[in-house]
């Protein structure tokens, strides 16, 4: 089995756990001496591993078969009869209003 690769994620929490960690036990424990520095460094790097392993990565995937979806039904055919519509009757101008003219003056 291939160890998977780790994301980009994973990578820059792992850092910065590392980095931060480091300066926040140096700072906390005002080491001086080489055992002490080195001691401090293995605790943020191993500190920083376990971040970027815990962080969330890249799931796996499970094979899966191929499945074809069915063939297309195809569409029904068009009925040889033509679409009806109906339409409004015209208005038919059976009723006229006498035409009023102005009167002369």
Request: glycine share 4%.
């Amino acid at each position: 089995m291939a160890m998977p690769r780790p994301t980009v994620a994973q990578f820059a929490y792992g850092s910065c756990t590392v980095v931060l960690s480091t300066l926040a036990l140096l700072l906390a424990s005002r080491t001086s001496s080489a055992a002490g520095t080195a001691a401090v460094a293995v605790a943020a790097l191993a500190l920083g591993l376990l971040v970027a392993v815990k962080a969330p990565g890249a799931r796996r995937t499970r094979r899966l078969s191929v499945v074809r979806p069915a063939p297309a039904r195809p569409a029904p055919a068009a009925s040889a009869e033509p679409v009806r519509a109906t339409v409004p009757a015209p208005v038919r101008e059976s009723v006229r209003e006498p035409v009023r003219e102005r009167a002369a003056s």
